[in-house]
């Protein structure tokens, strides 16, 4: 049964919310620092109203539209809620919020300079996340995806020193060089089928190109999103990314960028090609296989990594590509695994490094061979840090075990139990690179942190409430937004090639 059509301007207004406030902080400046926090806070509140007040519709099997902006002949804008893009816009809204907090601890906890445009910047993000989370059509979501990528950078070289900014270039050269592919195949899509509107299962066949065509757009499409993703080996802007302020790796990592990236590859996967072509023109399992050597690889540069965010860094380009496998599998439990698994990285990875944060502000440690004896004066921090790197690891009753059970059960419903290998050896791995910090933190004697006690309360809530998600979505993983529920929906209707109401499955 087709979903039901319904005008509404919400999902604008949830982009425009942010856009506002960006212009309010930048008017506001640093003469009112109060007054300009103020506006991120009221904006990060307003747009999470926004997409929860469209939750209950969404759920109900309703698809909600703006209406189209005919830029041009062929040139069509539009804004749509559907399971999938409620997914993710509930997803970095809230976490918006609980990250706007955290920020403003940080900064004045760190004393960083370039606040307004730091917080401006941090606002016109959000509004592409949203987005692109809400893109009705190819060229909505090329629009808002090269939007994210232009206003990132000032957050990328926020320091405004030489490794900032070669970080920023580089930043730059990956994301929008990989764009600019990704329009090409954009462009020939529309040329060939006439539109780019999303639609659960596909709308492109073997009747609107040749096999090698289609093989090609797809790998271009692709492209676009794995190195936002930070698939290998498009990943290499990721680390460099970390010499900015930990809420940009959170945002990076968490919120917006990569799981930008997770989310286009779900679209062209699920939306574009469609399961039944992908199998017929065989390039979904290129991408599985691109996404397996990832997770392994990473994880084994991520152990010799000291540098905490760093570590954490290569960490994410080997969690993301989960989602990628889970997605690129094209079964309906691996496409389950694969859109929950966005949802508890999310979670789980910020965690990580709003904790990464709170210990540089507190104590000025960077490195992990630094921080013996850590917990004992941080022990909610460690403590935090330790329940994320379980979950991570695949720990049950942390969110991460849920969508990692259920891509290993898509593996297995394609008869695909090599896959099922490398998900083991990735939680091995990601156990002896997350969990020393915690061993060394609690078990290892050092007088160097004797002077120091815990985070701000502005940056440790943040944490506290991150950490505790990850343990109550690990055992509701329906609690509060139906994450899961949305998350199956969603996968079902890309199966069915309809969006199906209801979420039982």
Not at 30 to 54: H, Q, Y
Not at 111 to 117: A, I, V, W
Not at 450 to 474: C, N, Q, W
Request: aromatic residues 12%; glycine residues 10%; proline residues 3%.
């Amino acid at each position: 049964m087709a979903p039901e059509i319904v005008l509404d301007y919400r999902p604008l207004w949830a982009v425009l919310i942010s856009l506002v406030a960006a212009v309010l902080i930048l008017l506001t400046g640093e003469k009112n620092r109060n007054l300009r926090e103020t506006w991120t806070i009221l904006a990060a509140f307003g747009k999470v109203a926004i997409v929860f007040s469209m939750l209950p519709m969404v759920l109900g099997g309703q698809v909600l539209e703006s209406a189209p902006l005919y830029v041009a002949k062929g040139i069509v804008l539009q804004l749509r809620a559907d399971t999938a893009g409620m997914l993710f816009a509930a997803l970095a809204s809230f976490l918006w919020v609980i990250t706007s907090f955290y920020s403003i601890g940080y900064m004045r906890g760190h004393h960083e300079k370039h606040q307004t445009g730091y917080f401006a910047a941090f606002a016109v993000c959000l509004s592409a996340t949203m987005g692109i989370a809400f893109a009705a059509n190819l060229l909505t979501f090329f629009v808002f995806y090269e939007i994210l990528t232009i206003a990132t950078y000032p957050l990328v070289i926020h320091k405004r020193n030489p490794e900032a900014i070669r970080s920023g270039r580089k930043y730059l050269a990956y994301t929008l060089i990989s764009g600019q592919l990704c329009l090409i195949a954009i462009i020939w899509t529309y040329v060939v089928v006439g539109h780019g509107n999303f639609q659960a299962g596909g709308f492109l066949t073997l009747d609107h190109a040749s096999r090698g065509m289609l093989q090609f757009m797809f790998f271009m499409m692709s492209i676009g999103a794995a190195v936002k993703a930070g698939v290998m080996p498009l990943h290499g802007w990721l680390p460099d990314a970390m010499v900015a302020p930990t809420p940009v790796s959170a945002l990076l990592h968490a919120v917006a960028v990569v799981k930008a990236g997770a989310f286009g590859i779900l679209r062209v996967v699920g939306y574009v090609f469609g399961p039944e072509l992908l199998k017929q023109i065989g390039t979904a399992e290129v991408l599985a296989w691109f996404a397996a050597f990832t997770i392994i690889a990473s994880s084994l540069i991520a152990m010799n990594q000291d540098n905490l965010k760093r570590r954490l860094a290569f960490s994410t380009v080997g969690q993301l590509s989960y989602v990628v496998l889970g997605v690129s599998l094209l079964s309906p439990l691996g496409l389950l695994g694969g859109m929950f698994h966005i949802i508890a990285h999310a979670f789980m990875k910020i965690t990580l490094f709003f904790c990464a944060g709170a210990i540089y502000v507190t104590t000025h440690k960077e490195n992990i061979s630094e921080m013996h004896g850590i917990g004992k004066q941080m022990p909610i921090t460690i403590g935090a840090f330790t329940i994320a790197s379980l979950g991570i690891a695949g720990v049950p009753f942390i969110v991460g075990f849920i969508s990692k059970w259920n891509i290993a059960l898509g593996a297995l419903q394609t008869g695909q139990w090599l896959y099922i290998v490398v998900l083991i050896a990735s939680a091995m791995l990601a156990s002896t690179y997350l969990l020393p910090l915690g061993y060394l933190g609690f078990f290892k004697k050092s007088d160097k942190f004797t002077h120091y006690g815990e985070a701000r309360k502005d940056m440790l809530i943040p944490i506290v409430i991150t950490a505790t998600f990850s343990i109550v979505l690990g055992i509701l993983p329906n609690f509060g937004a139906h994450f899961y529920d949305l998350a199956a929906m969603s996968a079902q209707s890309i199966i069915d090639g309809i969006q199906l109401i209801g979420g039982g499955w």
